[in-house]
């Protein structure tokens, strides 16, 4: 679908709030792992998003993304800050490079690419990466937005499983195991609340 | 929290900047590089988040690299995952040529700034600081 300024501030709407309902269902997730920040430093870079979703969405949609990325790497802190605004700055970037959305699916590979090297982490180490990419392999398929949604929720709860190996989660060594990792359940949220609008307003 | 420990009267010495997730532990450190060189390395640290709280953040990691800015370059010291994370984000922000004379490096944060502050007096150039300070780990 083409996505307006309207859609595009009211999914930074529905993100915000998503993010804020479970904000501290993550900063527990976090707790178990981590430092337990997770969910305040989302919330705090999901609201600067907010506050300037008026003048995003007034922008294209690739530079949209772009200052959304910047936003996010300013507000979140922790290391989540520099992989989610990777992702959105990469994916803003490789679609003005590429025109628009038939090459979406290469635009997002090439900034799941990206998130990886700013994260020096692969497939299985416990990270929000473990959801991107089972995402990007649907969104290759062109699957329908309510089986992407599944899949990322499917993904985040499957690196229960896994020994964290980046991250604070690492110095627990197999202790981190049996957690769900704190990146991976938001990134699944933001997955599932992007893709449920799409659904609600395009279906393809 | 972010602040510039000294004036450089040699603004030809690299630089040191120290980012903790903890402004005491940051200031901490940064007192104990001015004990050790006195105000002839520039220096600044940052610690917290954006809040006060623990953590990290770009901005504050960007005005302390550019408090403590040398033509000579900028040794960095960071502890846990997300002040590497973030500091390398905060380098990239401040444009290629910036950039390219800015070492984050792989060392202890208070051992390794004190030593790289201590090559860094003697005029050493950035890779000799960094290589310095990236002795200590293993
Ligand atoms: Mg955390």
Known sequence: ?204 | MTARIADSPRAGNVGIVIVSHSPLVARGAADMVRQMVGDCVPLAWTGGNVEGGLGTHVAGIKSAIEAAWSEAGVAVFVDLGGAETNSEAAVEMLGPARAGKVSICNAPLVEGAVIAAAEASGGSPLAKVVATAEELSP
């Open chain 1, 1 to 204: 679908m083409h996505i307006g300024a309207a859609d595009l501030a009211e999914l930074i709407a529905l993100c915000r709030s998503e993010i804020d309902r479970n904000c501290a269902h993550l900063s527990d997730l976090d707790s178990a792992i981590g430092d337990g920040d997770h969910g305040a430093n989302m919330r705090r870079g999901l609201e600067a998003v907010f506050a300037e979703r008026e003048a995003i969405a007034a922008l294209a949609l690739p530079d949209a993304l772009e200052r959304i990325g910047t936003i996010l790497v300013m507000n979140i802190g922790g290391a989540a800050g520099p992989l989610y605004g990777t992702l959105a700055m990469e994916l803003g970037r490789a679609m003005s490079e590429r025109g628009g959305a038939p090459d979406f699916a290469a635009s997002l590979e090439r900034a799941i690419a990206a998130v990886a090297r700013r994260g020096r982490s692969g497939p299985g180490d416990k990270t929000l990466l473990d959801v991107l990419y089972p995402v990007q392999v649907e969104v290759l398929r062109r699957s329908a937005p309510a089986r992407v949604a599944e899949c990322a929720q499917s993904a985040a709860q499957s690196t229960q499983a896994m020994q964290a190996r980046r991250g604070r989660a690492a110095y627990l060594g197999a202790r981190s195991i049996g957690h769900e990792d704190p990146g991976a359940s938001s990134c699944a949220l933001l997955t599932a609340t992007i893709c449920r609008y799409l659904r609600e307003h395009d279906a393809p």
